[in-house]
Each structure stands twice: as C-alpha cells, then as structure tokens.
C-alpha cells in the first residue's frame, strides 16, 4: 500500500513534466471505461437480448432518473458530466482493491472535480441572475454579511474536495495502520514465518480484507454517489437562483 503520508509517486518523467500514479491510473482508467462502453454497447437492439444492454440501460436510467429528480427536466443536459463524474469517482476509488493507489486519495483530483463543479455553479448563478445580480447576491440581504457570503462560496467546492479525499484517505490510513498492527501482532506471538525476503503474518490474513470490502467497495461507491448528488444539488439550486 502506497504511503498517504507520502502522496503519490512520480512514475516518469518527460523532460520538466512528472507523471505521477494519479495520471498514470487516470489514463488507465479512461481506456478500461472506453473499452467496457464499447463492449456494453456492441451491437444494440431496440429490445434488449443481451444481458449487456441491459446493465447499460440500468446505469444509463440510474443516471438520467438522479439528473430528473434532482435537477428537473429542463436540465438533462448536465447528465453526462454527472456520469463522467460517478463513473471516474467509483472506479478511481475501487482501483486500490487490485493494490494500486486509489486516485481519490489524491487532494489535486477531488480538488479539480470540486472546481469544476464550482465553475457550472457560477455559471448558472450569472445566468440565472445576470452578472451583476449575482455580484449583488453577496450583499443580500444585508451588506455587512458579504465576507460570509464570499467564505460561503468559497467552502462549497472545498467541502466537496475534502469530504471525498477525506473518506478515501481515511480508510487508505486506518486499513495501513490495522494491517501494520496485526503484523506485529502476529511478530509477538510467534505466528509471523519468513523464507528469505518473503515473510507471512498469520493475523493479517482474513481481517483487513474485511475492512478493505468497507472502505474500498461500499465507501467508495457511496461516497461518489454523494459526491454527484451534491453536484446536482449544487447546480439545481443556482439555476433556480432569481
């Protein structure tokens, strides 16, 4: 398991660029999406036949019902980013089930899905209110409240940021910190055996892969979807702003 503490490593380089595992993974994890959209979506019929189809309609419908429901009819168009994003976010997290870093461990990731976020709130607050509405809004309904409209604004996207790097890194310390215990564990006790630079821990078989389906399958998919819900929510609200 890759060190938190440590962030990601820097795989190679390019003259003055770094790549670290984040983009390295990113990439990967843009080409298995393509490559499981193109299979998903092989060969469509109007009545499904397939058991494919089906599950791409089922994630297609999952998606279009939370952008309907949360956003409204009018704003459908939003549905692809919130897929992007919930795809990107599940399967960003569920890399480290396979011992890779999980890319939402990465600050610069969850930041830059928060921004961007941030950036479709403002543009339909302008959109919603005209510019200058939308500057005026930080005085309302008093002017000695802008600084705490301005801090407002700027706690949404970082709330974002923080809450899923948050969850993620969390569960990448605690399940570090509890495998290097019952290794230890194991150490006193006298159930550790070792043959050269290979060593077995008997205590650390079983139990953090338990804490691992936790925080690397339910946490992770959880935590995206709360993620998009809010990016609707978010987006909704500022449209409906007037």
């Known amino acids: 398991m890759t ?38 979506t092989h060969d469509l019929k109007k009545v499904p036949e397939k058991k494919r189809q089906v599950v791409a309609e089922m994630l297609v419908n999952f998606v279009n019902n939370m952008v309907k429901e949360n956003m409204g009819v009018k704003m459908m168009k939003y549905a692809p980013y919130i897929a992007t994003l919930l795809i ?66 700027v706690a949404t996207p970082a709330s974002m940021a923080f809450r899923l790097f948050g969850n993620v890194a969390g569960g990448m310390v605690i399940t570090g910190l509890l495998y290097g215990a019952l290794g230890s564990l194991s150490s006193a006790l006298g159930l550790t055996f070792e043959a050269g630079s290979w060593a077995f821990s008997v205590f650390q078989v079983g139990i953090p892969a338990v804490l691992s389906v936790y925080f690397d399958l339910f946490s992770s998919f959880m935590q995206a979807f709360i993620f998009c819900m809010l990016t609707t929510l978010y987006i909704a609200n500022a449209a409906d702003d007037s």
């Open 3 to 40: 060190g938190i503490g440590n962030g990601p490593k820097i795989v190679f380089e390019i003259g003055s660029l770094r790549f670290t595992e984040t983009v390295v993974m990113g990439w990967v994890i843009i080409v298995a999406v393509l490559i499981l959209c193109l299979w998903l």
């Open 88 to 153: 990107y976010a599940v399967f960003g997290a569920l890399i480290s089930m396979i011992g890779l870093r999980s890319m939402t461990a990465d600050i610069n990731v969850t930041a830059t899905w928060a921004l961007m976020t941030f950036v479709l709130i403002t543009y339909n607050k302008i959109k919603a209110n005209g510019f200058k509405g939308y500057l005026k809004s930080f005085a309302q309904p008093v002017a000695f409240i802008l600084p705490l409209n301005i801090i407002s604004e």
